[in-house]
């Protein structure tokens, strides 16, 4: 296991008004991210524990791609990795944000 | 005084020209003294082959990639090395471990081969080992080519459905390469020995006449076929559906492809499953993938049922698909008795000269965009996509996708005198099974020629003929590239989070993006978010089987209900 921490300052705030989202699990090839609206406005951190390890700079890569693309402030992503492919956390990490972006229900 | 035609005369009177006929009549006599008529009990299989076979013979073992005649691999590797040995294979797939046994055994010496799916990994370490002398690594045409000119089989040994007692042949859907073979043989003065599920009185057609059949061994059970072709769209991802989206909006659609083949992998399976789906709300029914050149995919049911597809020829069959086909002749090639007639050289010929796309998957990608499914201890082969991932430089007929590619490659040549160019499109993800990345900055294969010593790495679709690449990041064209630099960088710019990917120049592959070389999902309308599995028109087998309306029956690794 190896624990890896991103911050990351978010050009603006995440939309929508959800204050938590999970999405996908915890498994061989894939990942499960909480998504909570804990942070101020334009500071976004993400906070890692994957089974596989020696990835940092990839993360380090997607994970600056995925702020830069969709700026989500305010957000605390926790995930649980299981070695996910790089495609497969870009893909959840927007999930996540989308799910954030309806509305409180 | 002699004149030169008397001297002509007096050399064929010391000449003989026959030598190769009276060799197969001994080996014919030899041989008829184990058969009643041309047929052969199954437990004087071995006994044929030792009557038939010389020390050294080129032997064809009927090996496709799908239909094996593993009656007749069983017999011969259990021969007397005293009388057989040494033997050269020529055959296009070594799929069974007796293919490989034969060498180990010291039946076999030398191969030339095109496609080993199965024993990648074994023929790999019996390579290194010295156990086989190679010849080559073909194409299926080109194995197919050879047989004719230096490669022709002195016996060969095949595989059909059923035989009459006269000895002709009956493939059934699975004829395959059976005709490329016997014809080789036959009218070179060979042998042809056929294994048949059943000796009856009247085959349903000829596939092969029985004058180019010697001897018929009726096999206790069924010749083994591999459901090779047969994608559970279950296991496709949401990654694979992406790409597919971005292959059918970024290239199926702008160059309207119409004629065209497809790879095995799972990304040209999720493209089969949405065709009546994402394309058909796309407005792209009738404006692409009508004609194939194609085996009988389960996954392009849908696709069928939906009316978009006009007619398919196949270089062999597939498990389960044979009463689907009977029901849709208006689709597939069949023959008098209903029943699919695939055949390998001519759907690959097809597939080079009448397809104007050709779209698959590999294992790895390199900075020049060759390809190659040859990893540090497989070595797969070949199989066809060579001769459908490559440029036809003999092809003469224009049509719309054909000189769209070609004036994309070269914008500035008179329109009369350009050649076009075969769409051949590499597909794929940006990292593979156990997060191995497609992109590398060395082919593996290069490794191998140089550990093998091979003249030629194992190259399965060279860069000079791929002209679009395409992941989950986007596409790219190759046609538009100008020079070696921008195609490197537009290949790293689809090439995501691998090590290729991240050494891109960023500023250069933005440029690229600007002039169109690389397309984004967003700079083709394409939300990733979008990529769901609902979108695809099956989403199990049990789907498949229910749009055929009960006519498909999978096989039973692929049933679980």
Sequence with gaps: MEDLSFHHQARTRAGGTRQMAI?????????????????????CLLEIKTAAEGFGEVWDAVVADFVERYSPGGLKFSI????????TVSLRLAQAVRLMAEDEQ | MLTSRNAEAAGRMATTWQHQREARDARLEAGTRLARG???????ATRLMEAVIR????????????????????????????KVKDLHMVQSGVVLPEHLDLFDRGVAKKLDYAYSGPQSSRIAQMLFGGKIELGAIHTYLELFARYFIDLTPQVALIAAVSADREGNLYTGPNTEDTPTVVEATAFKDGIVIAQVNEVVDKVPRVDIPADRVHFIVEADKPFFVEPLFTRDPAAITEGQILTAMLAIKGIYAPYSVRRLNHGIGFSTAAIELLLPTYAEKLGLKGKIASHFALNPHPALIPAIESGWVQQIHSFGSEVGMDDYIRARSDIYFTGPDGSLRSNRAFCQTAGLYACDMFIGSTLQIDLQGNSSTVTASRIAGFGGAPNMGADARGRRHPSEPWLQAGREADPDGSALLRRGRKLVVQIGETFGEKN?????????????AEKLKLELAPVMIYGDDVTHIVTEEGVANLLMCRDANEREQAIRGVAGYTDVGRNRDRKMVQQLRERGVIRRPEDLGIDPLDADRSMLAARSIKDLVRWSGGLYAPPSQFRNW
């Design chain 1, 23 to 43: 999405i996908g699990v915890v498994a061989s090839g894939n990942l499960e991210v909480l998504a909570e609206r804990v942070l101020p406005e334009t500071e």
């Design chain 1, 80 to 87: 649980n990795d299981g070695g996910a492919r790089p495609d």
């Design chain 2, 38 to 44: 041309k047929i052969v009990e199954a437990r004087d």
């Design chain 2, 55 to 82: 020390p050294g013979d080129r032997v064809c073992l009927e090996g496709d990639n799908q239909k094996q005649a593993d009656l007749l691999s069983r017999a011969l590797l259990a021969v007397d090395l005293a």
């Design chain 2, 436 to 448: 191995v990345p497609l992109f590398v900055e060395k082919l593996d294969a290069l490794a191998l």
